[in-house]
């Protein structure tokens, strides 16, 4: 009953008049949502999760698409001309312990990530392959260009379109990982760039640079896909999402105070709203997180309430909506806050049902030893979970040392695709399906041998290690409690990114720690140290056999002596003392 | 050193009986229409009709006529001399100059040679991409509607449809919101407006290019055309030129790089009047005024026309035939230059750096390139217009492709500066003996001089 009736307040202020609203008669192809969500997370830190989401109901494949309004041009006609079905792209700085934060909205490994499904009419995928990432990297500011076929893998079952798609022959998607890359101001510009308002107006104008990056986790994407453009499902449109994900450790970083609003996060607040959007609302996480009454409070008051059940749990969000003429009315800027009305005991946190960790073992620099621990913690439930590890070249997996071991007993994985690296051109693929037991801990490791590398195949400082890509889980996790089907275009975007397939089970990827392995590295200087010694030595030779060429010999008095007085009367020379 | 000559091959012939019969229509026009089936329509070549004195055909006062297509009507003025020098001066009109092949060549001239006109047209390339930004700074009080879909397809397309020989062309548009101009404008009391002076203009565009988004997925060059909505608390705004004088336009353009124009959007009658306005913007005139801009940035001006001469509009098609020959002969001989300035410049380098290894399909790029340009100075002396643009572009397009092959780059960084210092401990102690064995000798003879100095 509740619910219903915040839903139907929430209709009612969508059609009442707002500003923006003057185009209403007129129609419109394309339309801008934008949303902020905050939550509160177990340890104390506070996660903000940005999401714009313009959707255009034209057909950008045909071609003859060229006029855009709130869709980026820039964007577009990458998606035209190199036929993109689908592109997900994400830049991300620091690690979302899924452990200690719960299960994240959008997780995205550290580094950038890209993976993409291309039209079936594209002939050469690995060309097309090349060209996007290149053209990506410009328009990004991002190292992209430097995804090559020694990173790319073709995964199998891991990465499903999220979009519509007639087919799903994997030989058209592409998935890369640079673990490498470091994300900073100079990516976050072109991202801001891409949004129609830019960061003038509506929520983007709390993304200022100097907070987002002081922060311990940093998220930024673009995701790409086509979606149906009514329930009939008989002509396409076209949905960009540009979210963004940032964690402020409050609480960690000594103020010891789990409050926080807005102008202490992002040091601004919201003053006007963006005219293009038609949405644009804020969310606050105000779920209960024991079982307790209410612990917290938001203010200003919240224009209504929200109830919904998002990852297998009950959720209620606290909703501002920006366009609600009410809300700027009392006071000229939106300045949300959150108390604690008493200290909340951090031993009781909730664990997440599924998460992972992962680590490189063994000792000394020729083998070593990949574990990956997954833990199901669902009291009676089992389900299946795919693994895909990319691994480098130069380390050269050992397959047969595979183990996967649950409850101390071997679990068999129900299905295996292996391809095994090429030096130089290809990295190891390796995909299974697993099941976790209820209540469990399944250990998988495989042992590695590292390669020598030739000494210009070494990155600059080789001395740091080297980077193995997060291995990522797929997983459809049985929800405690049942959930409805859900229309895309009314709820909230963070419950919509991912397909959900029916009520009793909710759609999960994490990605585990990216690993640091120390290669046997070469002392560079070698060669140049080698240089100088010979150098120095055939020198020493050349002075001497010089000094016996161009000497000349005097007659000497009659004292001559035997080669030991000559010998003598040089060293007495030197020392400035008259000779014998 | 090089240079360029022209020479135009003349021929004269009387008019056909069906040619008589179209030139006793009433007007110029007219006769121009129904002369247009009977010429001969390649590319490069021109007709020219003299009419005699007292014809009526001409308007008063007007003594050169100039149609849509290759051909013109002159009036027999003067002595045969006087005719045969103005037949050139409409001949030289109707293909090229010696300023528009100066300014083909501009790139390759020494500064200050040339007037401030010449470096205005587009650079030659096998393509462009034309952008129209419609900029909407103030969101909040206009929503700015264009119909630019169907402007494109109305007035674009069919100039377009004719540059196609010359080009490759590809159209598209964006709304870009919160763009503003690099410049405040300056309120004037009297007028009670915004005004944004000539020389202010140069400013105005850098803000608003980091904005335009480049079009990562191709290299051909890019035509801005941006209409900029002025925020209403700027408006209305008025560009002046040098004079101080309001510009009828209100648009100017910026050489190779595209046009603006600020389109005020009128006040609404009463104050109280909801935000935000609703704009739909008179594409008919946004576009008269971008295509004038294009026509310029091609080179096509028709400014410096004697008043005796009267040039027949383009009409719909946006540029005439005779034009459209005027920017193949300048292309061609563009095309030309740059083919022989890029694989000069790949010889000098190839001089200069002696371990850069050129591959057998790079050589035969450059092989085939000096064959297409030859092809097409051949063509062009014969005056096959079309042949030799044609070879003219396949010269371009081979002699980039050897240029900028990667495979010149792989060797090229291992400059001598280093080889020197990783040998520097062998130079060094080898040196060391030699250089005291120099100074010995120094010592030495600086001694035999001196000894026999003392004896005396």
Known sequence: GGMAAALLLLLLMAAGPGPGRADAGRERRDALREELLLSPLPTGDVAATFQFRTRWDADLQRGSVSHYRLFPKALGRLVAALGVRELHLALTQGFWRTRYWGQPPLQAPAGAELWVWFQPTVTDVDKAWKELSNILSGIFCASLNFIDSTNTVIPTASFKPLGLANGTDHHLLRYAVLPREVVCTENLTPWKKLLPCGSKAGLAVLLKAERLFHSSYHSQAVHIRPICRDASCLAVSWELRQTLTVVFDFFSSGQGKKDWSLFKMFSRTLTDTCPLASESKVYVDISPKNKEKELLEVSPTPTSVHETIVQGEKKSYAVYDLLSPSLFNTSRSLNVQLKWKRPQDSSEMPIPTLHAQRYVGGYGLQTGEICTLIYNTHPYRAFPVILLETVPWYLRLYVHTLTIITKGKENKPSYIHYQPAQDRSRPHLLEMLIQLPANSVTKITIQFERALLKWTEYPPDPNHGFYVGSSVLSALVPSVTAMKDIDVEQSPLFTSLFPSSDGSSYFVRLYTEPLLVNLPTPDFSMPYNVICLTCTVVAVCYGSFYNLLTRTFHVEEPSRGGLAKRLANVIRKFRGVPPL | ?456
């Not at chain 2, 462009?128 to 630019?148: A, C, G, M, Q, R």
């Not at chain 2, 290019?209 to 290299?219: C, N, P, Q, T, Y």
């Open chain 2, 1 to 456: 050193r090089t240079s360029v000559t022209s020479r135009y091959e003349m021929r004269y012939r009387s008019t056909t009986g069906q040619e008589e019969a179209a030139l006793a229509a009433a007007t110029a026009r007219e006769a121009d229409a129904a002369l247009y089936p009977l010429q001969d329509t390649t590319l490069g070549s021109l007709t020219m009709y003299v009419v005699p004195e007292t014809s009526s055909l001409l308007p008063q006062g007007i003594n050169v006529y100039v149609g849509k297509h290759r051909s013109a009507l002159v009036r027999a003025v003067g002595s045969l001399a006087a005719l045969q020098a103005r037949l050139r001066e409409v001949t030289q009109l109707m293909s090229f100059t010696a300023s528009a092949v100066a300014a083909a060549l501009s790139d390759r001239v020494p500064n200050g040679q040339l007037g401030p006109d010449a470096r205005r047209n587009l650079k030659s390339s096998l393509g462009y991409e034309i952008t129209f930004s419609l900029l909407n700074p103030d969101p909040k009080s206009h929503t700015v509607d264009w119909d630019i879909e169907g402007a494109v397809n109305r007035y674009v397309k069919p100039v377009l449809d004719k540059l196609s020989l010359v080009a490759n062309f590809s159209v598209d548009s964006q709304i870009l919101y919160y763009a503003v101009l690099g410049v405040t404008p300056r309120y004037d009391k009297e007028s009670s407006s915004f005004l944004l002076s000539a020389h202010s203009l140069p400013h105005v565009i850098n803000p608003v290019e980091a904005r335009l988004g480049s079009s990562a997925a191709s290299l051909y060059p890019v035509l801005n055309f941006l209409l900029y909505v002025p925020e209403r608390s700027h408006s209305p705004l008025y560009i002046q030129d040098k004079d101080g004088a309001p510009v009828s336009t209100n648009a100017f353009h910026s050489p190779r790089w595209g046009g603006i124009m600020v389109y005020n959007v009128e006040a609404p009658a009463s104050p109280q009047a909801s935000l935000p306005l609703h704009v739909d913007v008179d594409m008919a005139r946004v576009m008269e005024v971008f295509l004038a801009q294009l026509r310029l940035l091609f080179g096509l001006s028709r400014e410096e026309v004697p008043p005796e001469f009267l040039l027949e509009g383009p009409g719909n098609e946006g540029l005439a035939d005779w034009e459209l020959d005027h920017l193949l002969w300048a292309h061609t001989v563009e095309n030309i230059a740059t083919v022989s300035t890029t694989l000069t410049s790949l010889a000098q380098l190839l001089d200069k750096i002696g371990n850069i290894v050129i591959k057998d399909d790079v050589a035969s790029e450059v092989y085939r390139a000096v064959a297409s340009v030859q092809r097409a100075v051949t063509k062009l002396s014969l005056g096959h217009l079309h042949a030799a643009f044609q070879a003219s572009k396949e010269a371009v397009t081979s002699s980039e492709r050897a240029f900028f092959d990667p495979s010149l780059l792989h060797l090229l960084y291992f400059p001598d500066d280093q080889k020197f210092a990783i040998y520097i401990p062998l130079f060094l102690p080898m040196a060391v003996p030699i250089l005291l064995s120099l100074a010995k000798i120094v010592r030495e003879t600086r001694l035999r001089k001196k000894e026999p100095t003392k004896m005396d």
